[in-house]
């Protein structure tokens, strides 16, 4: 079992920035893919970013490419999300996400663990 536990967020105007951390444990946390979804109100959740298992390749949604930043320390088991220009559409429940392949992925069925979710509003 990988138990994900995350922290950041919060509320913050647009144009602004946050962080969201997401701690690891329970399993070789080096070895997994991550990624980032959120869900904003009335939507299903939806792809933000994803890691492969070194750092060495990412993905963003179109929504946040070039805005958002997905990155990870495998010696801190813990995986960012820095968020830069934040929009009001950005509004949603945030949840990391963990599975034991290595390649990064798109889809959420494609991973087994996710953490508890933070909830990031941005103000007009």
């Known amino acids: 079992q990988v138990q994900l536990v995350q922290s950041g967020g919060g509320l913050v105007q647009a144009g602004g920035s946050l962080r969201l951390s997401c701690v690891a444990s329970g399993r070789t946390f080096s070895n997994y893919r991550m990624g980032w979804f959120r869900r904003a109100p009335g939507k299903g959740r939806e792809f933000v970013a994803s890691?492969?298992?070194?750092?060495?390749?990412?993905y963003y949604a179109d929504s946040v490419k070039g805005r958002f930043t997905i990155s990870r320390d495998n010696a801190k088991n813990t995986v960012y999300l820095q968020m830069n220009s934040l929009k009001p559409e950005d509004t949603a429940v945030y949840y990391c996400?963990?599975?034991?392949?290595?390649?990064?992925?798109?889809?959420?069925?494609?991973?087994?663990?996710w953490g508890q979710g933070t909830q990031v509003t941005v103000s007009s």
């Open positions: 890691i492969n298992w070194s750092g060495g390749n990412t």
């Open positions: 996400a963990a599975d034991p392949r290595t390649k990064i992925s798109v889809n959420i069925m494609a991973y087994d663990y």
